[in-house]
């Protein structure tokens, strides 16, 4: 027990002074999240298996034979082209039109995340977790007109506890079930403004949620089959309010009757959202352990709702206000990854093929998206011992590369318009190290 609290300590130490090393700047993407490499938690080899798969493919766990503990650290650096000198406001949101620059390249923060695998005589139990440096969530909603990149806002600003556990009722086939743990929040607010003694109220609740994850794997020695349905994850935000201008009260001067306006809204946003998702994945595996695999993954964009405010004013005198809209469609998402094992070595690398998720969206409106090519590789490498325990060092790099593309708007004064329109696209690099080590059961 002394060892492994002077190991466990050990890896916490390396991993702090790593993830001030990589906080550095910029945004992270889903990599710092979950891991991108979904191979790990599809079809893996028997032998040590990856915490992730408790978020990828609960399946998976059932073929773990040892306890392993592993802890991570990631970043993301972000290089989205320049957005300068275009309409950034006009008579649709109350104000004169006005001219200039944009930055998409919004900062976030690095992360952790740990991960523990712990197999019993029938089932084995899988727990994976995220904290984002400094805060466990950081809320940060926009304006809905202004031009950012949707999929990449606020991603890996809040902490992720995936719990679940994995099976294998029939010999090579596992079957598993996780859960994804969050918060919804709603809050309602009241002010009253007035000369005298102006006031404010607020009641708030925070509530737990979860979202299941179903999974099941097939592994013999040369194939490997595997699918998993995620549920949609949603960390709603409510926000009521009533305001009462007591000091703009009228008198009716025929009843003598005091009118108190009142200004009442309501804000809804989605702060971070995953959309419902089905996986499926094939692998092959060669002579010394080589794997090659396909996969396909099904996104029901269609339900998001924008990680913006939507406000809703109710009155006074039936006034209204309306945002513009955004329409998502879903998507097929193809992927292909390789595993070459060498000695203690193992070198890993997957493509990924993401189209664009905007359907339509109206003029005013300014949410980025393009279609994305994604390159994931990695390698690692295996202490026999350390310490009296088998170590490895896993090392990813990955780089989202979007399209470039001209966005142009026909009306001189929409949000957005420059003469000749303003380019999107850019790319993100994301850089992240995992230690896993072993137990004896």
Not at 82 to 93: E, K, L
Not at 359 to 376: G, K, M, P, R
Request: one cysteine or more.
């Amino acid at each position: 027990m002394m060892f492994l609290r002077v190991l466990v300590i050990a890896l916490g130490f390396i991993l702090i002074v790593l993830s001030r090393v990589f906080a550095s700047s910029l945004h992270v993407s889903e990599m710092s999240a979950y891991p991108s490499w979904e191979a790990g938690g599809l079809a893996n080899t028997h032998v040590w298996m990856d915490p992730s798969a408790t978020y990828h493919n609960p399946a998976g766990l059932a073929f773990a034979q040892k306890i392993q503990f592993s802890m991570g650290a990631f970043k993301a650096f972000h290089f989205f082209h320049p957005i300068q000198d275009i309409v950034i406001q006009n008579g649709s949101i109350g104000k004169s039109v006005a001219y200039g620059d944009v930055n998409t390249n919004d900062a976030s923060p690095s992360g952790l995340n740990t991960g523990l695998i712990f197999p019993m005589s029938y089932v084995t139990f899988g727990l994976w977790a995220y904290l984002p440096k400094d805060f466990l969530l950081n809320v940060k909603t926009q304006e809905m007109y202004m031009p950012a990149y949707g999929a990449y806002f606020g991603n890996a600003r809040h902490f992720s506890v995936i719990a679940g556990m994995g099976f294998e009722p029939l010999k090579n086939f596992s079957l598993g079930i996780s859960g994804n743990f969050y918060l919804t929040t709603a809050a309602n607010t009241r002010v009253n403004v007035n000369g005298t003694n102006s006031t404010f109220d607020l009641a708030m609740d925070v509530k737990p949620a979860v979202a299941p994850i179903l999974g099941c794997s097939y592994q013999s020695k040369t194939w490997g089959i595997a699918g998993a349905w995620h549920a949609p994850l949603d960390y709603a935000m409510s926000l009521q309010n009533t305001t009462d201008l007591v000091f703009m009260g009228t008198q009716d001067d025929q009843t003598g009757e005091i009118h108190f306006p009142a200004v009442s809204f309501l804000s809804q946003s989605a702060l971070f959202y995953e959309p419902e998702m089905v996986q499926g994945q094939i692998d092959y595996r060669w002579i010394h352990g080589m794997n090659i695999g396909l996969g396909l993954n099904w996104k029901h964009w269609k339900k998001y709702k924008p990680s913006t405010n939507v406000l809703a004013i109710m009155n006074p005198g039936g006034m209204k206000t309306s945002q513009p809209m955004v329409a998502f469609k879903n998507i097929f998402s193809p992927s292909i990854h390789l595993e070459i094992p060498w000695r203690k070595w193992r070198f890993h690398s997957q493509y990924r093929y993401e189209p664009e998720h905007v359907e339509t969206q109206e003029a005013q409106s300014n949410f980025l998206d393009t279609t994305t090519h994604i390159f994931n590789s990695g390698v690692s490498y295996a202490f026999k011992e350390w310490m009296g325990h088998p170590v490895t060092v896993d090392v990813q790099l990955q780089l989202d590369q979007l399209e470039t593309r001209k966005i142009r708007k026909e009306n001189y004064y929409d949000i957005g318009y420059h003469p000749d329109g303003y380019l999107i696209g850019g790319r993100v690099f994301q850089t992240g190290i995992v230690l896993s080590t072993q137990l004896p059961s």
